[in-house]
Every structure is written in structure tokens, then in C-alpha cells.
């Protein structure tokens, strides 16, 4: 059984298509086997130069890069068009590069399918980058925080990318392999408190905490008490235990 979502995802699909680029992250031959496929059609002319179509509701999303090859509706020639931004399933417009030609209303494409099976690695690569991350960043930095600094998203995207590479069954070119080599390299780093992470603040602070304590044997348990008013006043990462039965008992029921 696969582990629950992530709350915060530092990569989103697109970073690593924009590191591995559309053939980088193309699927195996294998599987186009998971491809569901859905028609897609038109609903009004778009003109030569249009960046938009506008189509009936997606019954599945399309990642940008996406070629459709559209024809029927009176079409002299197959026209292809390509996407440059992801369309969500109900969409009821795709954004393109402008057109190389008119697109009918009423024509059609045929869909492979594969955006949904490559979109699910896709997104399966942005766990696991975020994943490895955390393993070196979230004993220290808060996910809330690390969510929204551009160091996380390059340590993601850059071993979201790696993992994919790998699933692909291909060898990794020297670029990921070196970025992945360097974003390790970081993250140990990170995680002995030999690096910081710009724009953002640790849990803690970064020294030790000195506390003064006494030994009070009027408590019955609990002995050594800490002395707050000479301690240092630094917010602790966790709540303190405190002895709240003997205190008072302590403290009111004997004067």
C-alpha cells in the first residue's frame, strides 16, 4: 500500500518537465498499456494564430507538451496542435501555441492516454523528491516553510528527476548526475548544521539551550526543579513536563 499524500510537495510536475524536458520524461513502451484514452472535440472555430481551443470537458488531463492532431468537421488537413500549458480533467479550454492553421468546430483527436500514466509518475517523482528532502531538512526547518523556498524546489525537482530517470530504466545523463551528487551533498549539510537554508528559520535556535536547576527535596517526586528566572528564556522545541500535582501540592498545601 503506497504511503499517504504529502501535504507539501516542493517540485510540481511541470519543474521536472522543464529539467528533463517532453522526451526525457516520455514513458516506457510498456506503459502505453495504461493508457484510458478519451476523444477530444471541439466546440467552436479556433483561426490561424489562436492560443486557445475551446473543446468539450476533459474526461482526463492533458500535460503541457501534449500534441493533438485534429481533423473531421469540414477540415482540409490534419492540424496539429500543441499544448503549452496543462489542461485539468473538465477543462473546457486548452491552452496552445498559436495555431498553424484554422481548427473546425466539431473536429476531433484522439487521445492515447498516456498523460494520465505519465502524470502519475510524474507526480510519484515529486513525492519522492520531497520525501528524500524532508529525510535531511524536517528535523530542523518546518515543510510549512520549506514549501516556499526555491532550495527545497531545486533539491526536489532535481531527485524527483533522478528517480524518474531510473524508473524509465535509463541511464541518467551527467547533468542529473551531477546535480544529484551536489543536492546531497547540501542536504547532509543541512542536516549537521553546516548549511542554511536562505528565507527561512529553524525550528530552534541554533546554540544549546542552558538551563539552571536545583535539587528541592520537599517534593516528593520530581526533585530537580529547573530555575526559570536565571535559565535561558530561548522557546523550547517541546512542551516541558510539568509536575503540576506535586507543585500545588507543594506550593499551596503547605503554606
Not at 501535504?7 to 506503459?31: F, K, S
Not at 490534419?78 to 473546425?104: E, I, K
Not at 524508473?167 to 542536504?187: D, G, S
Request: hydrophobic share 40%.
Amino acid at each position: 500500500m503506497a504511503p499517504a499524500a504529502q501535504a507539501n510537495l516542493y517540485a510540481a510536475p511541470n519543474d521536472i518537465v522543464d529539467w528533463l524536458g517532453t522526451e526525457g520524461v516520455d514513458l516506457r513502451l510498456d506503459d502505453h498499456n495504461l493508457a484510458t484514452g478519451q476523444t477530444i472535440t471541439t466546440t467552436a472555430t479556433a483561426v490561424l494564430g489562436a492560443t486557445s481551443v475551446n473543446v468539450a470537458a476533459l474526461t482526463w488531463p492533458l500535460i503541457k507538451g501534449t500534441t493533438l492532431r485534429f481533423d473531421g468537421g469540414g477540415m482540409d488537413a490534419v492540424v496539429a496542435v500543441v499544448l503549452s500549458a496543462t489542461a485539468n480533467m473538465g477543462a473546457n479550454s486548452l491552452t496552445v501555441v498559436a495555431l498553424s492553421a484554422d481548427v473546425n468546430a466539431q473536429a476531433q483527436s484522439q487521445d492515447s492516454g498516456v498523460n494520465v500514466a505519465l502524470a502519475q509518475r510524474l507526480v510519484k517523482a515529486c513525492e519522492y523528491g520531497t520525501d528524500r528532502v524532508n529525510r535531511y531538512c524536517a528535523g530542523r526547518y518546518n515543510t510549512t516553510d520549506l514549501v516556499n523556498t526555491w532550495a527545497a524546489n531545486d533539491w526536489a525537482t532535481t531527485l524527483g528527476a533522478n528517480w524518474l530517470c531510473r524508473r524509465l530504466l535509463r541511464e541518467l545523463p551527467n547533468t542529473v548526475k551531477e546535480a544529484t551528487e551536489e543536492a546531497m551533498k547540501e542536504l547532509k549539510m543541512v542536516l549537521g548544521g553546516q548549511m542554511q537554508i536562505p528565507g527561512v528559520g529553524v525550528r530552534t535556535a541554533g546554540w544549546p539551550f542552558i538551563d539552571n536547576q536545583t535539587l528541592n527535596i520537599a517534593y516528593s517526586t520530581h526533585k530537580l526543579r529547573l530555575e526559570t528566572t536565571i535559565s535561558d528564556p530561548t522557546p523550547m522545541q517541546f512542551t516541558p513536563y510539568i509536575d503540576y500535582s506535586d507543585a500545588l501540592g507543594y506550593d499551596w498545601g503547605w503554606w
